[in-house]
């Protein structure tokens, strides 16, 4: 038998192993193998078995062994996944791995041994004395043990240079198992045999513990090993020789553990206004065909913010698990809060299993096995949650469809809408897209036809939109000794803490300045690996890469020309929480960004207490734009609309629309009207101004036309493909030979636009020197054609420090 791997590698093949005899039992399709692969071993995902290879016999290798006898993959989530991978152009087995949780990742421990015995002691020169002493003394060991020898990075060098093939050591790697494991505990029950006398007598003093154990589980039933430790001292071997002689039997039960707190109370279904009713039969109907067999339909539900969604989600989950069926919804990583879980559990209960990767390893590899077992059939959960183990899907819903982070920025990457739609389409389910700021491309999909369009246009209770005004920073009168902020913004702050109200200040840029400049030569301080300057975070006095991990101190003097003339210029939130504390000294302030969000569970903590009333004023970056329901909020405030605006992309007015209308949107959700206030440089630009009137539909109208004369998404399909290398010149090269070999694929190949190659506008990231090129075309599947001829060509190789990479419907042209 012959197995077919899925590795996950960066490789757009998959690879045949041998199965021996012997494993062959535990192996099916989906599950998971261990195979040699280079001068190691790693975990594959048997994708097919055969009888047959193409390879010749002397280059099989044979798998090393099966990792446990269940599938971890339905055949229906294999074929998903691979249509991912073809559709992403990336590794299947890298698909594979990012729809487990990552608490399923198999570990292997590392093993060193001579290869010939310990070695002559002058052998070992080039090790440091203390360490060579030490291996001397030993035949083999592992890793950590090497962790504590090493002295430096010489032994290091050492060490790998000995692992070559002709150095004195042999590596070797053991399966080490899965990070993750059930949690069980250990139970002892009564085994059924009839207990021997003497019971009767109650004389509970004189008991022995064994007398005492068999007692218990008659009377009370089975009981955990823990129980009785607590009772007695040493039960473990009275159980023991109970167990041997028949009487108890001994079991591990697994134990759930849950995010999040117990199952909250039960809520009833709210009654659905005529809007969502509207909207709710519509999805009714279609939920009914598609599980008569009637297939796939597509709904995008625009509704503006606060116009009760969510509660039209809960109606058609119902409707759904009543006929049967399983559901997926997807939400924002951000957005994805206990009291958005807490809703769906308020109705449903255990039937909602919540995967995210804010959980711990232990919890989602819990939450993952309930949904694979079938246990439950509802599941919450970000991006990756698409590819949850649910059979028998009815219903996928897509909530703030139109937000950046489903879109996957790092290998594979795949657009968690994109995906959700094509899972249900392949599942015969129904599909709903939920939002207040459609994405262009949704409403494109709804002119051609493939979604249909459902209506909430007012908010519930008819509780108004909050009025929009702009504030232009060109002319308004700036407050005194806080100039990012206009004098009117000021007042209506203060007006706000003196009703006692809440208000929200949002920009879209952490830290305290964004850059730190010489007053004497100009010169502003770059990160060492990226192109990009850094921005000065003032809590800790240190210049930071919002791009890399790189970091410094903020020094004293330039590193240019010495002079003692750094100043930060610009600001972040670090800044407005700084003025704020200076303007309303006896306001409460929390600021939310990612600086302040690190630790689990901070968001959620920052969520309760605003809506407990324990800040006045929010300052934070577009974490709070995500479909948060504040009541008390009555102000949003702008600082500085313009970040989102000048960057140098197609989708920079649509994503200035979408976040400006979310963030106004968390006004007046209460009972009292809200207002919006907006400090700009470009009042008159098209996406502001519709932000002024809610207008999606206007916005949208503008934008299209735009899109359509340029050429832009959704009016064609286009890919990146990166290339990039530690070496200027290398990269440069490639991306011209990969350039020129794309061009001559594109011809005759459909109408496949070539662009560039071009420096990437950061031109360096993270000590890599990128190029990019960008294919055109009106659709997709000419550019997977011209990407298959040029990169999946045997005959083309990059070296060793030279990377490609293809991003298919990119969301950052940056
Ligand atoms: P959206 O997601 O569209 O912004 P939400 O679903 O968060 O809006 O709803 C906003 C608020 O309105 C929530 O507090 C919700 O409980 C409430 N709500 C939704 N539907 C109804 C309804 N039919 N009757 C009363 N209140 C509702
Ligand atoms: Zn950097």
Redesign the pocket.
Known sequence: MIAEVALNVPLRRTFDYRLPPAEAERVLPGSRVIVPFGSRVRAGVVVGLKAHSELPEARLKDVQRGTGAAALFSPELLEFTRWVADYYFCGWGEVLEAALPSGMNVRFRTHFRWREGPPPPEVLAGLSAQAGAALLELEAWDAGQWARLAQGPADERWLWRQVRPGGLLELSYEYAGTKAKPRTERWVRLSGEPVPEPLGRRNVKRETRRERILRLLREEGPQPMAHLRALMSEPGAVVRQLAEAGLVAVEDRTLRRRPGAATPPAEPF????GE?AAAFAALREALHDAAGGGGYQGFLLE?????????VYLHAVREARALGKSCLLLVPEIALTATMVNRFRSRFGDDVAVLHSGMGEGERFDEWSRVREGRARIVIGARSAVFAPLEDLGLVVV?EEHDGSYKQDESPRYHGRDAAMLRASRSGAVVVL?S?TPSMESLRNVALGKLTRLH?AS???ARPLPPVQMLDLRTMPRQAGCAFFTVPLVEALRETLARGEQAILFLNRRGFASLARCGACGEVVLCEQCSISLTYHRSDNRLLCHRCDYSRPMPERCPACDAEALAVVGMGTERIEQDVGVMFPSARVLRMDSDTLRRRGELERMMDAIRERRYDIIIGTQVLSK?H?F?FITLVGAVLADVSLNIADFRAPERTFQILTQMA?RAG?GERPGRVLIQTYSPEHYSLVHVQSHDTRAFAAEEATIREASGSPPYSSQALVWASSPQQGAAERLAGQLARGLRHAAQGRGDVRVLGAAEAPIQRLAGRWRWMILLRAASVAPIHRVLRAVLDDPAFKVGAKERVAVDVDPYSLL
């Open positions: 709210l009654a659905l206004n969502q509704g503006v913010t606060g116009s009760g969604k969510t509660e909530d939920g207040a909430l908010r519930v209770e479909g329901d009541p949107g959700r």
